[in-house]
C-alpha cells in the first residue's frame, strides 16, 4: 500500500500535539506542581521581600514550565523547516516485509523490526524508530487500498512494548 502527503508546518505541530499527549502524560502532574511551586515562591518573593528580582525570575521560570510543550513544538517544527521548503511531499510504501519512504530529497527504507511503537489517531499514526522519534503520517488517501487496510497492516507489523 503507498500514501501520499504534503507534511507541513501545521501537520507536524498535530503531530507533536499527539506524541505530547501519548508519551508526556506520566511527566505532566509533575510539570504542574514544579511550576505552581516556583510560582507561588515567586509572587511570594515579590511582594513580601525586598529581592523582587529573584521573584520576577522565578515567575518567568515558571512560565517556561506551564508552557514547555507549547515552546518544544515550537522549536521543533522551527528547525524541522529552518532552510528547507515550507512543504515537503512525501510517500510512504508499506509492504509486509518493509516501510520505504521517499521525498524529493531522500529515499529510505526500514524493516517492521526497526519500529518500537506505533499510535492510531484520528488524524494518522504516529510511527516510532525511538521513544521520541516518529513518523507522521496524516490520515490521507492511500493508493492500493484505505486508511483502515493501511493502519491495520501497519498494527499487525510493530509489536508495541
Excluded at 525570575?57 to 507549547?70: D, E, G, M, N
Amino acid at each position: 500500500m503507498k500514501v501520499t502527503y504534503e507534511m507541513n508546518k501545521a501537520e507536524l505541530t498535530k503531530a507533536m500535539k499527539h506524541h505530547f499527549r501519548y508519551k508526556g502524560k506520566p511527566w505532566l502532574i509533575l510539570w504542574i506542581i514544579v511550576a505552581s511551586f516556583m510560582l507561588y515562591f515567586g509572587i511570594s518573593l515579590m511582594f513580601s521581600s525586598s529581592d523582587k528580582g529573584l521573584g520576577l525570575i522565578c515567575c518567568l521560570l515558571a512560565s517556561v514550565f506551564f508552557f514547555r510543550r507549547q515552546i518544544a513544538i515550537w522549536r521543533s517544527v522551527r528547525r524541522t523547516f529552518h532552510g528547507k521548503p515550507e512543504t515537503q511531499t512525501i510517500t510512504i510504501e508499506a509492504t509486509e516485509s518493509k516501510l520505504t519512504l521517499e521525498t524529493e530529497s531522500a529515499n529510505s527504507a526500514a524493516g517492521w523490526e526497526n519500529f518500537i511503537d506505533v499510535l492510531v489517531t484520528k488524524d494518522g499514526l504516529l510511527l516510532y524508530s525511538q521513544k521520541n522519534i516518529f513518523n507522521w503520517i496524516p490520515r490521507s488517501e492511500v493508493i492500493e487500498g484505505t486508511w483502515e487496510d493501511f493502519s491495520n497492516l501497519v498494527k499487525s507489523r510493530i509489536h508495541s512494548s
